[in-house]
């Protein structure tokens, strides 16, 4: 008897040998589709939470993913299929699975590394500072110390996104002004510091 894949696909774990009697219910082999594949990825709590605060839903988002082998970059593109129904508290974010179809003839195999880029917001009028520069004050929530005169002066300030250690400040601060990004013990108003 022969038994042909209604695709195409790749095999594995093949459980039988040529001349083997088989049963209806035996598993004989897996079969992975070679025209699409399901890449999983994970999202930080605030980079999910930063997606969104501008839409409701990932899912449906473009994908790009690239496949390092040797000295070759192969691309591929895909779509946000589903995301996890909960936050993993041991990498603190939350698992996105995306089915990429764009795989033509690559020699791609289940359980590549791929990277992967997604689309994420975008803010106009905002300073990247290093999360170091941005303190919690007890009366004014989430401040920098600006530097005027050689002098630390705090600012209240509104963050809409961290990621990758930055953070990212829409309010409170005006271009061209100095920001502190060293954190020391005696930061408060009116501190002398010196700027190289």
Known sequence: TKVVAPFD????????????LVNPNDHIARLSDASSYE???NLS????????????????QPVYALWKIGNKELPFEGKVKYVGATIDTSIRGVDVIANVTSV?????????????????????????????ALFIDNKNGEIVYVITNNRLESRPVKSVM????????SDGITQGEKVLTTRFEEIADGVLVNVP
Request: proline residues 3%; negative net charge.
């Open 104 to 132: 033509g003839t690559a020699p791609i195999r289940g359980g590549a590394f791929v990277e992967v880029v997604m689309q994420g917001n975008t803010f106009d009028n905002v300073a990247s500072l290093p999360e170091d």
């Open 45 to 60: 709590d605030s980079e999910y939470g930063s997606l969104l605060s501008t839409q409701s839903d990932i899912v449906g």
């Open 9 to 20: 696909a790749y095999v594995s774990n093949v459980t039988v040998d040529e001349g083997r």
């Open 39 to 41: 890449i999983r990825f």
């Open 162 to 169: 961290r990621a990758g250690g930055r953070v990212l400040i």
